[in-house]
Structures are given as C-alpha cells and as structure tokens.
C-alpha cells in the first residue's frame, strides 16, 4: 500500500483506527512529518505509545483519544492540515461507510488530500462519498484498499458549513 502512495515526504498524516500505530509508523518510517495517531481503546493506545516511543517517534506524532466516528468533530483542525488519511476500522462493521461519508462533507479535508480505506471485500464503499472521490481499488484476498481524493466538490455542489 504505502509503495503506491509515496513519496510521503513531509506529509502530514492521520491515522484513525491506529491501533498498534502500524500504518502511522510507517507513513513516519517513509518520510512523512508527522503523524496523529487515534485510537479511543486504552489498551491499543498504550501499546501505541510504547511503540512510538521505543521507535523515538513521540516529537513527530500525538496519539489522541477520539471515538469514531462520532468524535471526528474534535479533529477538525487536524484533518484540514492532513495531506493523507489512513482509515483502517474493524471488520464487519458500520464504521467504514461512516467514517467516509463524515470525511467526505465539505471543508472536513482539504482539496488534494488522499484517503485510503482499507476494508472487507464484501463492505459495499461507494465510488464517491461527498467530496471525496474514489481513485482506485486494491485488493489482497479479502481486504480491499480504496484510495480517494478529496477534490472539494461534493455532488450538487451544495457547499455545508462545519458543526
């Protein structure tokens, strides 16, 4: 995945879903600035916090307790500098298509940033989800990786303002 999305150089990243921080370690592995890192589990998070700390990555990245997707709100700021967003949610749920849609509501991301969604093959992810318009689909076995752009524009071209 993360071959067909560099460079990452001095990219801001976050990484919803962290879990361990594995795809948020590795955008920071790869060049990226920063990383902010949610995971609302406190056991996941203090893994993740060992984990960035054992690897000397805690100044280039803040882990957050955010529940999602209802808590992308307290996010804002952070998702409109983000230039990629990695969403990994748990398999079988509603999360993706949730998470995607609140990502996807004008003036969330700005234009130009990358999401990728990694999800079950069976999920039904639609090719555009407000502004964000689906680039590609991978997929390995079971797991689909779904790369969109935010490109500002949601059909309509009804603009909302944020909560």
Same mark, same amino acid.
């Given at each position: 995945?993360?071959?067909?999305?560099?460079?990452?150089?001095?990219? !801001?990243?976050?990484?919803?879903?962290?879990?361990?921080?594995?795809?948020?370690?590795?955008?920071?592995?790869?060049?990226?600035?920063?990383?902010?890192?949610?995971?609302?589990?406190?056991?996941?998070? !203090?893994?993740?916090?060992?984990?960035?700390?054992?690897?000397?990555?805690?100044? @280039?990245?803040?882990?957050? !307790?955010?529940?999602?997707?209802?808590?992308?709100?307290?996010?804002?700021?952070?998702? $409109?500098?983000?230039?990629?967003?990695?969403?990994? #949610?748990?398999?079988?749920?509603?999360?993706?298509?949730?998470?995607?849609?609140?990502?996807? @509501?004008?003036?969330?991301?700005?234009?130009?940033? $990358?999401?990728?969604?990694?999800?079950?093959?069976?999920?039904?992810?639609?090719? @555009?989800?407000?502004?964000?318009?689906?680039?590609?689909?991978?997929?390995?076995?079971?797991?689909?990786?779904?790369?969109?752009?935010?490109?500002?524009?949601?059909?309509?071209?009804?603009?909302?303002?944020? #909560?």
């Amino acid at each position: 995945m993360f071959m067909a999305l560099e460079p990452l150089l001095g990219l !801001r990243v976050v990484d919803l879903f962290a879990g361990s921080g594995a795809l948020g370690i590795e955008a920071l592995s790869r060049g990226a600035e920063f990383a902010d890192l949610i995971e609302p589990n406190h056991g996941a998070r !203090r893994v993740l916090e060992r984990n960035l700390e054992t690897l000397d990555l805690t100044e @280039r990245s803040h882990v957050w !307790r955010v529940t999602l997707p209802g808590g992308l709100h307290a996010l804002a700021e952070t998702l $409109r500098a983000a230039d990629l967003v990695l969403v990994d #949610p748990p398999y079988g749920g509603k999360e993706a298509n949730a998470v995607l849609a609140a990502l996807g @509501r004008p003036g969330i991301l700005h234009p130009g940033c $990358r999401v990728v969604l990694e999800h079950h093959a069976k999920d039904e992810i639609p090719e @555009r989800a407000g502004s964000l318009a689906c680039l590609k689909r991978r997929a390995y076995g079971e797991t689909v990786v779904s790369t969109f752009l935010a490109d500002g524009n949601p059909p309509g071209g009804d603009q909302e303002k944020l #909560p």
